[in-house]
T-cell receptor
């Protein structure tokens, strides 16, 4: 158990509304990531963080913003949700500097109507 | 840019039989990590096996083993004695070793996945 929790686990919202997903870790890891999973695309990186207030874009960052004001929390915000952002969102942490694998949260299913 | 390709969207295997899932990747780097992740219906992403590119020996974890062909840029997963609990989506993933030093290369690049069904 890598100590990652995501909230909410499920959310249904309407187009144009703001949405924030939260990722919380208990193990003080430096690197945190947000991925989205869609059929036929696998997992694609949205944004990542390499420290408090240090974030950068991934390959599908349009329409998303992130914030990391403290080590344990990494927030993903959809300022104005669109139907194309209906997806399953995964938070991950990099645990083990020399081994490279990521440990994932349980995912948050977002439906934008 | 690195890419990962899984050309088998779906596969099926009989319980107790052996199945091999294919993965190819493209990179100009000489050192990197490769992974197989399993995603059962619970949606949880579970690390199955890891391979460091500098190691010639194929990684093995119980019934799971890989066939790592560096020159061919191929990284297949073999599941022996398949069990009903092996039914899941399997993802192949790549990471640059330079990610150990921070920055954008830290990210995992995933294939599109192979959905494995296990028939009783």
């Amino acid at each position: 158990d890598a100590g990652i929790t995501q909230s909410p686990r499920h959310k249904v919202t309407e187009t144009g509304t703001p949405v924030t997903l939260r990722c919380h870790q208990t193990e003080n890891h430096r690197y945190m990531y947000w991925y989205r999973q869609d059929p036929g695309h696998g997992l694609r990186l949205i944004h990542y963080s390499y420290g408090v207030k240090d974030t950068d874009k991934g390959e599908v960052s349009d329409g998303y913003s992130v914030s990391r004001s403290k080590t344990e929390d990494f927030l993903l915000t959809l300022e104005s949700a669109t139907s194309s952002q209906t997806s399953v969102y995964f938070c991950a942490i990099q645990s083990g500097h020399d081994t490279g694998e990521l440990f994932f949260g349980e995912g948050s299913r977002l439906t934008v109507l | 840019a690195q890419t990962v390709t899984q050309s088998q969207p779906e596969m099926s295997v009989q319980e107790a039989e052996t199945v091999t899932l294919s993965c190819t990747y493209d990179t100009s780097e000489s050192d990197y990590y490769l992974f197989w992740y399993k995603q059962p219906p619970s949606r949880q992403m579970i690390l199955v096996i890891r391979q460091e590119a500098y190691k010639q020996q194929n990684a093995t974890e119980n019934r799971f083993s890989v066939n790592f062909q560096k020159a061919a840029k191929s990284f297949s997963l073999k599941i022996s004695d398949s069990q009903l609990g092996d039914a899941a989506m399997y993802f192949c993933a790549y990471r640059s070793v330079w990610g150990n030093y921070g920055g954008a290369t830290n990210k995992l690049i995933f294939g599109t996945g192979t959905l494995l069904a296990v028939q009783p």
